[in-house]
């Protein structure tokens, strides 16, 4: 991001002049007061809001995308490129585990033969599979957001963006989580992940971004939580 600026149409400033650079296969996490601008931050880098001002630049797959200038209809292409996972999972509750996670390959029109031995690939790896059949609601939180995962990860997305992702699991289940997102940031993508778990922060140690009132205020590699809450 090269100097983003963000101002809501209501006037809300929630970034101002942000500079950053994530580079492939990080692991960042985006820390802050509430309402400093860390979702803001997120929305923008997947394209769910867009910049007032300034540049925002993908590389994935070897292509770079202005994400900040795309035409609409190229939204969905860049959006491939990018998975997202979300505090309340945003299953689709008629669905079972399997058809949730199939979904995401049947919208971008993964030919029919590929879709299951992909499907139970990735319930695979978020240990899963004996689950295929079950609904989200005859699953614990922890499961329906590892399913979430699943899910975020099934079109071998080049980021991963996580907003407040361990917010209403208890610290076992969020340590958990915490273990699946970092499986798949060692196979080599790149998390970014909004939270304010400071168990999380301080122990397994990673970059840090805080931000505070819609500005960076410290970036430190195997950075600290720094927050009292
Ligand atoms: P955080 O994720 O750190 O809690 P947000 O990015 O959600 O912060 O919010 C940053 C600021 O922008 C806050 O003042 C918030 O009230 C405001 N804001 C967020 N979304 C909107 C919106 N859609 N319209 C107007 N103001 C918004
Ligand atoms: P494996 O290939 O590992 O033996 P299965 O073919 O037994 O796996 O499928 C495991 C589970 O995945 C099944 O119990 C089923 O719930 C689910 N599943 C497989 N294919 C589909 C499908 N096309 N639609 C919905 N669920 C499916």
């Not at 101002?7 to 400033?13: E, L, S």
Request: glycine fraction near 6%; proline fraction near 4%.
């Amino acid at each position: 991001m090269q100097d983003v600026w963000k101002t809501y149409p209501n006037g809300t400033v929630a970034l101002q002049g942000i500079e950053v650079c994530i580079k492939s296969g990080e692991f960042v996490y985006v820390v802050g007061p509430s309402g400093s601008g860390k979702s803001t931050f997120i929305k923008l880098m997947y394209r769910e809001e867009t910049a007032s001002k300034g540049q925002i630049m993908l590389t994935a797959d070897g292509e770079t995308f202005a994400i900040s200038r795309i035409k609409e209809k190229q939204i969905p292409y860049v959006r491939r490129k990018i998975g997202v996972v979300f505090q309340d999972f945003k299953l689709l509750p008629r669905l079972t585990v399997y058809e949730n996670v199939a979904f995401a390959m049947e919208v971008i029109e993964t030919p029919v033969k590929d879709i299951k031995p992909r499907v139970m690939e990735v319930l695979e790896l978020v240990r899963l599979k004996h689950k295929a059949r079950s609904l989200p609601d005859q699953l614990s939180g922890g499961e329906q957001q590892r399913v979430a995962i699943a899910r975020a990860i099934v079109n071998n997305p080049s980021i991963i963006i996580a907003d407040e992702p361990t917010g209403n699991l208890d610290p076992e289940t969020s340590m958990d989580i915490m273990q699946t997102l970092l499986d798949i940031n060692r196979r080599g993508t790149t998390v970014v992940m909004a939270t304010h778990n400071k168990e999380i922060v301080n122990t397994v140690r990673k970059r840090v971004i805080a931000i505070e009132a819609g500005r960076i205020i410290r970036d430190e590699q195997r950075g600290e939580y720094g927050y009292e809450d």
